[in-house]
């Protein structure tokens, strides 16, 4: 099946630090979606990116639409403790009636 | 806040039972999709409704079956529940049958025992 690689799959940060994170996958995708959830709740949509080059910034957050269509990337800067979840990114498949998920990057933030 | 509902947010059912889940969709959506979440795993395509129609299906078995009404609800029904049916099942409003902007209730908590 399609399958959406999340890198790294665990950080450990302080406060204050900027994050990065990155999705990869063997084929291409025309949308990329990056979700956040947080425990006991369902995945809140934070960016969506449609065109390859797309640089989106939603607040402290900021998306890419790799070149190669193959890749997305989501940064944060000045992590807060509020940042505290896990981000997945997404992607349409079978025209676009399903989503296709990586398996998440856990972000924990000391302090 | 999406203005996704699902009811009930937490559910206990012994193996071999039947259960039923609802979903509410955002206002001015007409499609919902169903997605099962194991721990510490993304979420999993089940099927999609649109216009009260199956409309795309992953790779579930048959005793996983859904419904969506007039109103653009949905249900899933799990039948001759397994330990492994336990996860957390979400469901997610968008428009015209695409899932390019999908946005998700709270979700289920199954626990099968």
């Known amino acids: 099946g399609q399958q959406l690689n999340q890198s790294p799959q665990s950080m450990f940060i302080q406060e204050g630090e900027d994050v990065s994170m990155n999705c990869t996958s063997s084929?291409?995708?025309?949308?990329w979606l990056w979700y956040k959830q947080e425990p006991g709740e369902g995945p809140v949509l934070l960016i969506a990116l449609y065109k390859a080059g797309e640089l989106t910034s939603n607040g402290r957050l900021t998306a890419q639409f790799g070149i190669t269509r193959k890749d997305s990337f989501l940064n944060i800067s000045a992590s807060i403790p509020s940042d505290v979840g896990i981000y997945f990114c997404a992607g349409p498949r079978q025209g676009a009636q399903k989503l296709v998920f990586g398996q998440g990057t856990r972000l924990t933030i000391n302090p | 806040e999406t203005g996704v509902t699902q009811s009930p947010t937490h559910l206990i059912k012994t193996r071999g039972q039947q259960v039923t889940l609802r979903c509410s969709s955002q206002?001015?959506?007409?499609?919902v999709s169903w997605y099962q979440q194991a721990l510490g795993q993304g979420p999993q395509f089940i099927f999609q409704y649109y216009r009260e129609e199956e409309n795309g299906r992953g790779n579930f078995p048959p005793r996983f079956s859904g419904l969506q009404f007039p109103n653009y609800s949905s249900e899933l029904n799990v039948n001759a529940l397994e330990l492994d049916d336990s996860a957390l099942y979400l469901c997610a409003s968008s428009a015209d049958g695409l899932n390019t902007e999908a946005f998700f209730g709270q979700g289920t908590r199954l626990t099968v025992v």
């Open positions: 206002s001015g959506h007409n499609t």
């Open positions: 084929s291409i995708f025309n949308t």
